[in-house]
Structures are given as C-alpha cells and as structure tokens.
C-alpha cells in the first residue's frame, strides 16, 4: 500500500510497455513515476552494453496484484518471443529474487541497485542467473539523473530513493533500501538542464521525498533544495512535488507554497488512514490531527491549494467505527484526489501476521471510499467552472492544472506547452474547457 511511494498521484497497475525495433529492447514497466524513471535509465544502459533482443521487466512490489501481474506479463512474453532475453528486475525482483529466478521463463534477475549499473546488460553472465545485491548495503543515491522522461509533457527528477521508516503494511524498504538523498548542486544541475530543454514543469520524484537531506552533510531540508531550484533556476516555470508524508513538512517548505507561485499547489499526502489506533498499528508517524493541521496550515498561506492523498481500506483490526473517521476524513480534510488501496497482506510485513479482516468487508469499505473520492472530485470540479486555469498540455486535447486537475479542451496546444484555459464545465472526472 503506497506509503510516500514514489508519486503516487501517477501510480499505476497496469503495466507500461516501451517496445523497441525488431530486435531491440522492449522495457515493461509496472507501478510508480519512479519505475518509469529508471526504466529510461535501464534503456540507455542496454543500449551502453550492446543489449539487442531483449524485453526487460521493471517490477513493482507494492501490492501482491502487482506481483502477480508481473510474472502473468512474464509468461505471455515468453509465449510471443521464444528467442528473447528476458530480464527481471525492479522492487519485485529485489524483494524474492529466488521466485523469478525459478521461472523456466526467465533468463536474469537484476536487483534496484544492479539494474541502472554499466555492464549489467553485457551478454556474459558469469555469475549465473542472479545478480542481487543486499540493498540495506547501498549507500549512494543514483548517479544516473537522467534528462527527463522521453515523450512527456513533463520532467522528473529522481532526489532521493529509499526509505528509513517501517510502516507496518509495507515492503518497499525491503525493494529500495534505506533513504539515499542526492546532493543539491547535482539536483539544481539537472534541473537546470531540463528548463534550457524547454521543460515547462519538473517534478522532483523519489521513494519517500520529505526525508530528502537528512543524509547529507548539514541535515538540509526538502523546502531548502525547493528554494535553491527556484531561486538559481529562474526560467523554470513550474516545479512540483510528487508526494509529502503527512508527518514531515518543514517549515522552508511552507515559506516556499506561501511565496513563489512556481511551486505548483498540489500536494499528495501520504496518509494512509483517518483513525488514530490504525494509524499507530501501520506504525505512521501522524495522527488525525497531525493530517488535519497540516492541511488547515498549507489552505492558510496557500488558498488555491488542492489535496490528494492515499488510504488504505481494511487494514488488520479496522472496526467499522475506525473506518468511519477514515472516511470522514476526506470530508473535513478537503481531500480532492484519493487514491484508495485495499488492504493486501504483504508476506515479510508485520502487518501480515496482524488479524486479518475477511475480503468482501475489504473489498466494500475500499468501494465506500472510491465513492467518497468521487464524490470529493466532483466538489472540486464544480468550483473549477467559470474559472480560467493554467494547463500544461500532456497530449492532444489534455491538459493538468496548477492544482493537478485534470482538464480536456477543444483546440490545438502543442505537447509540453502551458496554455490559459477557462472551464465552462466538467464530466465528473476531468474539467470541461476551451483556450481562453
């Protein structure tokens, strides 16, 4: 279940295939903004070793459908390329490396820190089928920040990878390591670069980016590296962030939402949760009133602020009544994007060995907050109407707003461009508009 997981406002199941000429290498990337990230790493590296013929998997392990659908991908390939290389790697891989090794299908598994390394895609594999590291050992973030994803409206920046704390539900620490930030000078660089492409947006992506700097010499904070982009990187127009824990906000980060409006005012919260006792049995580092704070503090020196937030559905020991404060949070807290999971039981994860609760009350408390999502976006796309909003153009006829609403339109607007649209209405998912 997410956890501050790598953006996941863009978190997807279904996997994303790159498919390459006859002969080359296809990428099949599944779950997170971050997957997507380093499989353009993973291609320019198999490209760097001479690679040919070859289809590479970039799991993702945050639930077990994820898993599931990764090895199902893994079969059907194999079925359609007899001849290919097929190469396993990504969270999945790192995590139960000994399971996709056991596949006849399956010629390599690459482990997270293996998988963007020079070489690891030269044909000799002396060391047998596995090459996976333990990475809890990894102490470097990824020197690989690359120039953008290809063929998005957007950039993304990989700041950090890892993550320090154990929420009880999850296994990512156990794919990614512990939290890794990369230096500022590097993230500023980098940015840099991308505005000079003509990138009008940058995201700053990792597994858990609040912690960003806690690594690092001076124990810098998420909002300093925000405002040194923004002040050394002034033809930048638009940087965002992809996810917030609920626990960590500092108070340069607040400085920043209240002073530059580069800084898009859109925050995912990781919350999880809306009752106390769950909240502690997931071992989070927020209460409800922490969330509830948090979010009165942000609306207070940033009104056009939109919320967006992941909570899971039937964790172990919900009660109905610990469900309700759940669901009422997204009432009082104005959440306008939910992203809901239900509840599935990681093996290795203390909450697996918790009392389980029975799927069909899962499966209906994670219906009863998709309900109350939908219900909270149309709110927020009825106070959209009548108002001309700021869309970066991410494909023909599609746009995303400062706040992350989602906008399609009438009229020509190149990719990658921002174009001022005035809403006349919405369809209970996306905002209705034409260029103003």
Known sequence: MSHDHDALEDFELTPRTARAEPGGVDIVTFGCRLNAYESEVIRARAAEDGLENAIVFNTCAVTNEAVRQARQ?????????????????????????????????????????????????????????????????????????????KDRARAYVEVQNGCDHRCTFCII???????????????VEQVRKLA?????????????????????????????????????????????????????????????????RRLMP?????????????????????????????????????????????????????????FENTLRLVEEAGLSFLHVFPFSPRPGTPAARMPQLQRPVIKARAARLRAAGEAALLRHLDRQVGRTLLGLVERPGVARAEDFTEIAFEGEVSVGSVAALAVHGHDGGKALARIS
Request: proline share 6%; charged share 25%.
């Open 73 to 149: 991908a893994i079969r059907k390939a194999r079925r359609e390329n007899p001849e290919a290389k097929l190469i396993v790697t990504g969270c999945a891989a790192q995590i139960d490396p000994a399971a996709f090794a056991a596949m006849a299908e399956v010629d390599l598994v690459l482990g997270n820190a293996e998988k963007s390394q020079a070489g690891a895609y030269a044909d000799q594999v002396p060391e047998g089928k596995v090459r996976v590291n333990d990475i809890m050992s990894v102490r470097e973030t990824a020197g690989h920040l690359i120039d953008g994803l």
């Open 173 to 187: 620490p156990y794919g990614r390591g512990n939290s890794r930030s990369a230096p500022a000078g590097e993230v």
């Open 196 to 260: 000079a492409q003509g990138y009008q947006e940058v995201v700053l992506t990792g597994v858990d980016v609040t912690s960003w700097g806690a690594d690092l010499p001076g124990q810098p904070t998420l909002g300093q590296l925000v405002a040194r982009i923004l002040k050394l990187v002034p033809d930048l127009p638009r940087l965002r962030l992809s996810s917030i824990d609920a626990a960590e906000i500092d108070p340069d980060l607040m400085r920043v939402l209240a002073e530059d």
């Open 266 to 322: 859109y925050l995912h919260l990781s919350l999880q949760a809306g009752d106390d006792m769950i909240l502690k049995r997931m071992k989070r580092r927020h209460n409800r009133t922490d969330a509830l704070k948090l979010v009165a503090d942000v609306r207070a020196v940033r009104p056009d602020v939109a919320f967006g937030a992941d909570l899971i559905a039937g964790f172990p020991t919900e009660t109905d009544e610990m």
